[in-house]
């Protein structure tokens, strides 16, 4: 059978993901799993509207995350729980031409995430 979802089901499985999630840095690739996550950096609550055409979108339109100095940031993971939890979902920092970059941090500095969203559609 094709896995070509209806919006209807790509909702109901967005839907069983807890609308509380919370975003997480990490050194590289954190494979699945949520390894790699940087050392020092607190993880972020982001909040999660309902499903709507196979896609969550976070309510909130930014949120800033405190990196020490020293700290490199390749992704940005979102998990169940601010400590452990179960690792939801994964994708690269990306630069201002969309490429996977990686940022190195030499002092104490914000770094925002934007735009959070769970997609369905391009899977």
Known sequence: MANNYTDYMKNLMLEVVPSVLYISVHEVDPTGVGSNEVVGVDRVAVNFDAADAGVRLAQEAFVDL???????????????????????????????????????FTQDLPFRVADVSLDLNNV
């Open 66 to 104: 405190q990196i020490p100095s020293g700290s490199e940031i390749a992704f940005v993971g979102l998990f169940t729980a601010l400590t452990a939890g179960n690792f939801v979902a994964y994708a690269p920092v990306l630069d201002g031409a969309g490429d996977p970059t990686t940022i190195t």
